[in-house]
């Protein structure tokens, strides 16, 4: 059953909501309402949510959304900053039990645990809240992008949107593009366009080291035109600088040093990273990447 009837009676809900609070969305906390039920109720679909799912939604705002998850999953949690909305939200949803409502910064609260996360995002927090969710443990996540963000999940290899977060995405979950949102689904209308992401998360994946190759892609990614041997050798200069001794010669002869990193595959940074650990060794290896060794 669709959660909003129409997108009448949504619209209705954002400006009576706005009309009450007394407020002007603020465009620094992202606050772009929904007001197309076919958006909504289509996520809800592609959530495909079960009695027993345990849901966060990051940005609450005033409902949209929340709305159609409280009489759907066993529990759902609500991440919102914005301490006017949350008043607003406590109160719109106070008939669920099952609703807990988190007043804050949802890149800096510690998530619960969950298993699905629907949300609106925020846009200025796509990054950082990516790359938190990726550290947890979730089966499904339904989440709302500005459109050139997402593209990069889907960016090749040697393209301009591979990027850190292309590798990281593709090493932890399966992804899929399911739609792209025109400005107009939005009050007050962005000037971007949007992009609804499917992202399961992977059960397995081809590094055994997690923490490693994640320091390690962080490493290379910060000066991603340069080739690899260029940051090493850079990076082991400063080292020696300080102390450290590296056999410099014997990375050489590793595969992949002539390559500029943007190029890299994931299997190849994978592969790379393996080999490098084995030639350094752990102690000096855990020096390279860490960020606090300048
Ligand atoms: N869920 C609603 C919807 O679907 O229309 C609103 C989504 S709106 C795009 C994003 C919401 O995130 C806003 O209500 C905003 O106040 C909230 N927000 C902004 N920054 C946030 C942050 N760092 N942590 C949690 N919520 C945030």
Redesign the pocket.
């Known amino acids: 059953m669709d959660c909003w009837t129409s997108s009448f009676e949504l619209r209705k809900h954002v400006f009576d909501s706005l009309k009450e609070l007394n407020i002007t969305p ?1 465009s620094q ?6 007001i197309d039920s076919n958006i ?1 109720n289509y996520q809800i679909k592609q959530a495909d949510i079960q009695s027993n799912d345990i849901i966060l ?10 709305n159609c998850l409280v009489n759907r999953g066993k529990k759902v949690y609500i ?4 301490k006017r ?1 949350v008043k607003f939200l406590t109160n719109f949803l106070q008939s669920y039990s099952n609703v807990e409502i988190i007043q ?4 800096k609260v510690d998530l619960p645990e969950f298993n699905k996360c629907i ?7 796509s990054s950082p809240i990516t790359f938190k969710l990726l550290e947890h443990s979730f089966d499904l996540a339904i989440l ?1 992008y500005q459109r050139e963000f997402a593209d990069r999940f889907f960016a090749k290899p040697g393209t301009k949107d591979y990027s850190r977060i292309s590798v990281m995405i593709n090493l932890k979950a399966d992804c899929r593009n399911l739609k792209t949102v025109k400005p107009s689904s ?1 009050y007050p209308q962005p000037k971007i366009f949007s992009s609804l992401v499917s992202i399961t998360k992977k059960e397995e994946m081809i590094v055994e080291d997690n923490d490693s190759f994640t320091s390690f892609v962080r490493f290379l990614f910060t000066n991603k035109k340069k080739t690899v041997r260029t940051i090493l050798i850079n990076k082991i200069k400063r080292m020696e600088k300080q102390g450290s001794t590296i056999e410099r010669k014997t990375l050489d002869s590793l595969q992949f040093m002539g390559r500029r990193v943007f190029t890299m595959s994931l299997e190849e940074l994978a592969e790379f990273h393996n080999q490098i650990k084995e030639r350094i060794g752990e102690e000096l290896w855990s020096d390279i990447i860490s960020p606090n060794m300048k």
Do not use: C, H, T, W
């Open positions: 603020s906390r992202g606050q772009n309402f929904l909504i939604e990051i940005g609450g705002g005033i409902g949209n959304l929340s991440i919102e900053q914005d909305l804050g910064d949802a890149v949300s609106n995002l925020p846009y200025q927090i709302m939005f």
